[in-house]
């Protein structure tokens, strides 16, 4: 069975799959990732380069810099969030935070905390290594809530056995 080669969309000249170095701006920092095979046109040497594939570049480059730590920002902390493809709130609740902390984080008002910045580095690298997905874990967040327990307790003496 013969495969059928991928042409360019911009000249239509035939795409080889290359080791690119990707740049991202992740706030003050620049990330250069060149861990990834991309299809590169091999007359004009445009990049076809797919959604997912763009997703795990800023995954990976916004964990990195968190992951540092001495560039956590709150323009990075935003990056972070948006790589993960979360509004303010799923953040807030997958941090177990208010949404005001988020944005106080991503506006520069308060500092983000050393734990706070490792946490989202997991929640970016479980998303990147498949083994987290966060529709799901939000969706478990947002279940029942825990049933109430009794409304009333009592202590009994005890009782001497005879």
């Known amino acids: 069975m013969m495969t059928k080669r991928r042409k360019c969309p911009e000249c239509g000249a035939g795409l080889v799959n290359r080791v690119v170095q990707h740049t991202e701006k992740v ?3 620049i990330v250069i990732d060149g861990t990834a095979m991309v299809a590169v046109c091999e007359a004009c040497g445009e990049y076809d380069l797919s ?4 997703a795990g570049y800023e995954r990976r480059a916004a964990a990195l810099v968190l992951r540092d730590g001495r560039h956590a920002s709150g323009a990075v902390v935003r990056y972070g969030r948006k ?3 979360l509004r303010q709130e799923e953040l807030a609740k997958l941090l177990e935070c208010v949404v005001e902390t988020i944005s106080r984080w991503e506006n520069d008002k308060v500092e983000i905390g050393r734990a706070e910045q490792l946490a989202i580095v997991a929640l970016l690298d479980g998303v990147e290594c498949g083994q987290l997905d966060l529709a799901e874990a939000l969706e478990k967040l947002d279940g029942p809530p825990p049933s109430k327990g009794p409304e009333k307790l009592e202590v009994l003496p005890r009782t001497r056995a005879a």
């Open 27 to 29: 706030g003050a920092a």
């Open 51 to 54: 959604v997912d594939q763009l």
């Open 83 to 85: 790589a993960l493809g």
